[in-house]
């Protein structure tokens, strides 16, 4: 994490979810100022101001005078609508920066006046966040948009102490889809995982607290290595009779998983072979993860 560097420009968070709460937190402990913030329910509203001590709207889209920067936490699909609610409603003006927090869209969704917010851009915090109440975590910020918008955003993550990047505009979805595999994905993967430890006679809480640390070992391996030297287990060893007993056990207890287990093994095989060298077990190992019908 980078050292924070405060900022003078007011904060208005625009939605109450899973992010715009962390953010609103984030903000305040920062020392950011914090304009306020909107939700469309009433009772929402009131937990947030109690649980973080910040002015809460709820109803219409709110009155955005006291604020310099307006942060959008809303879902993806109701961006470019309340974008174009907020201009042609007279809530944003010239001096307003408008940044939006998708990980998909690009920031021109929010220009609907050549003129007015004086910039636009996305703010993408490339982390997840739980419901439940947790200190502030290490994260990079995906930045992309208009340049006023840019240093704005870079502003705003070295005041809440996070580095950043930018992304091109055109592969917004393809920057996202990279962050979907890495995170969402590896949730899936440790619930079947743990599913399986389960079936063995595992119970299933156990199997899942066990698995997430062995996820958060490969993860701090990362830390320190590329991920070809990360990597362990068999097909890192060449170790084809191993990968072969595995596939006959999800054949027997969860043919479901035979497919997942086969192309994720064929990209880690070319993960580990990109380099050029083979192993006398590699041959075997492509064999096995090929498709085919149990």
């Known amino acids: ?8 420009e007011r904060v208005f968070v625009l939605g109450t979810g899973r992010l715009g709460t962390a ?47 307006v942060l959008l936490t809303i879902p993806d699909s109701a961006i470019a609508t309340t974008a174009a609610q907020l201009a042609h409603g007279g809530r944003l003006t010239r001096h307003h920066i408008l940044l939006h927090c998708s990980g ?25 966040f739980s419901r439940r109440k947790q200190l502030c975590r290490e994260y990079f910020v995906a930045l992309q948009g208009e ?19 930018e992304v091109l505009p055109e592969s917004k979805a393809l920057y996202h889809a990279g962050a979907v595999l890495a995170a969402n994905f590896l949730v899936t993967l440790l619930g079947y995982g743990a599913e399986l430890l389960s079936r063995g006679g595992v119970p299933y809480e156990t ?15 990362l830390r320190h290595e590329c991920p070809c030297d990360s990597l362990t287990g068999p097909v890192a ?53 090929m498709e085919r019908k149990e």
């Open 1 to 8: 994490m980078i050292t924070p560097s405060p900022i003078e």
């Open 23 to 69: 953010l609103l937190r984030e903000l305040s402990e920062a020392g950011v100022a914090v304009a306020g913030a909107w939700t469309r329910s009433s009772e929402r509203a009131a937990e947030v101001a109690r649980d973080l001590g910040v002015a809460v709207q709820h109803g219409p889209l709110p009155d955005l005078a006291a604020a310099d920067i």
């Open 104 to 128: 998909a869209l690009p920031a021109d969704v929010l220009r609907h006046d050549p003129g007015c917010p004086r910039a636009v851009g996305c703010y993408h915090p490339l982390q997840s």
């Open 147 to 165: 340049e006023s918008a840019l240093e704005c955003g870079k502003a705003l993550a070295r005041a809440l102490g996070h580095p950043t990047f």
């Open 207 to 221: 199997a899942l607290r066990a698995l997430s640390q062995l996820a958060s070992g490969a993860i701090e391996n």
């Open 237 to 289: 060893r060449g170790d084809a009779e191993t990968v072969a007993r595995h596939l006959a056990a999800l054949c027997d207890n969860a043919p479901e998983l035979t497919t997942l287990y086969r192309v994720m093994g064929r990209y880690t095989l070319a993960l580990i072979t990109s380099r050029g060298k083979t192993r006398p077990g590699d041959e075997r190992l492509r064999d096995l993860f």
